[in-house]
């Protein structure tokens, strides 16, 4: 269903106005869902910076392309301003990989200037009023080492990266802080001691009201969050004050045959194998999770799949924040899951499976 765009303008204010503490999940004793049936937050991931970052958590940083139009990429800012004003989107989820930021150097302070370049995509955001997510887009690793799990990158090195970017951010109330993308062969509750830190380190920052997102292994999947151990173990983060206001677990699910987001066909919704338990599963431990990457090809499988997915997440929005899917930004039309709008400034095209299923 479209709103009118006066309709959205003053949603927009509304949901904007205040920063996001996310309303308690309904009580475990009534097990059906209790929310609006329209989740908080729709968006798009804006990729980029993150290109060149690869599964064992190394980043070749030539590869980063910005979609900045004032640094000679894409125009992920007129991008942004598109998927807002005609989608009624209100999140994006920014990727850039910590080699980018910290030009290679493990444990130093950020790099003043690929800083400023990633900020210039997290100011276009927050620029729009939509919540912004900065993404740290390697796999619980450096350089094909676990954060905190041998003689690789150590826990301080990662936390230190965290205080810095929660000190340039803390005052920004749309921004949320994505500790890491998709963990995976990491020992779960090491993991889970390590996103603590990372917690403890971005609220002791003075980063005290946004939210944060706690991915788990398996490249955070949403169908295996429970069963391979990394709901239970996260579940046991809490803020400084024992609380675990606005702390989000953060859970991924492509619909193709292998869910790894790489053929342009979908073959399940994944209902009934992974949002309906894990609904099941944070309705009774009284938390959230948000879908901070989903998709498929532009094709007419995806089109009626991610629908399905996206019609039963909204239905179950007491206990799902949203759903963003991958990916814009610096990707253009060869890419198997482009979502990249075509045209140009203020004149822009969704692909076909935006504006079927993740446009509102
Ligand atoms: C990094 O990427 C650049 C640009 O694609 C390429 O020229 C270079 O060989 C790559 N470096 C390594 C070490 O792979
Ligand atoms: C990881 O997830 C994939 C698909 O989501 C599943 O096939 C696989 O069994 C999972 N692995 C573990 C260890 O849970
Ligand atoms: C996704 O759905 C397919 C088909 O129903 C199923 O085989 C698969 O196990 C599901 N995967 C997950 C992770 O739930
Ligand atoms: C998660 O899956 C991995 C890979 O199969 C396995 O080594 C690990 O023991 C599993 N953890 C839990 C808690 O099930
Ligand atoms: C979570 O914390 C509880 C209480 O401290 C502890 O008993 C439990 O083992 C922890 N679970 C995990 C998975 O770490």
Redesign the pocket.
């Known amino acids: 269903m479209k709103f009118s765009i006066f309709a959205s303008i003053l949603l927009s204010s509304g949901a904007f106005a205040l920063p996001g503490t996310i309303p308690a999940a309904s009580s475990a004793s009534s097990p059906a869902p209790s929310g609006t049936g329209k989740v908080k937050f729709a968006g798009v991931n804006i990729a980029g910076f993150d290109f060149g970052c690869l599964t064992d958590g190394s980043q070749n940083i030539s590869k980063a392309y910005p979609p900045v139009k004032a640094l000679g990429g894409p125009d992920g800012a007129a991008q942004m301003q598109h998927f807002v004003k005609n989608d009624n989107m209100n999140i994006f989820r920014l990727p850039v990989g910590w080699q980018y930021l910290l030009n290679n150097n493990l444990g130093g302070t950020l790099d003043a200037g690929n800083f400023a370049k990633y900020d210039q995509l997290v100011q276009a955001c927050l620029a729009t009023g939509a919540s912004c997510i900065v993404d740290v887009h390697n796999y619980a690793r450096w350089n094909g080492q676990i954060i905190g799990q041998g003689s690789g990158p150590t826990n301080d090195q990662f936390v230190n990266l965290w205080t810095q970017l929660a000190t340039k951010y803390k005052n920004s109330n749309n921004i949320i802080f994505g500790v890491m993308n998709e963990p995976h062969d990491v020992d779960i509750n090491k993991w889970a001691a390590t996103v603590q830190l990372v917690v403890t380190a971005i609220r002791g920052a003075g980063a005290t009201t946004q939210i944060i997102l706690l991915p788990g292994n398996n490249y955070t ?1 949403a ?2 969050f429970i069963s391979n151990g990394s709901g239970p173990a996260l579940l046991n983060v809490t803020n400084p004050d024992g609380s675990t206001t606005n702390l989000v677990f953060d859970v991924h699910k492509y619909l193709d045959s292998d ?1 790894s987001g790489t053929h342009a066909e979908c ?2 919704d ?1 209902i ?3 949002f309906q338990p894990l609904a099941t599963w944070l309705r009774t431990n009284k938390r959230m999770a948000l879908n901070s990457e989903t998709g498929g090809g532009n094709v007419a499988s995806c089109q009626q799949m991610l629908c399905t997915q996206i019609a039963f997440v909204n239905a179950n929005s007491d206990v799902y924040l949203g759903y963003i899917g991958w990916a814009a930004g610096s990707f253009d039309s060869t890419y198997v899951l482009t979502e990249t709008p075509t045209g140009s400034g203020s004149n822009m095209q969704d692909t076909s499976l935006v504006k079927s299923c993740l446009a509102r």
């Open positions: 999947s169908g295996t869910n073959t399940t994944n009934s194998g992974a």
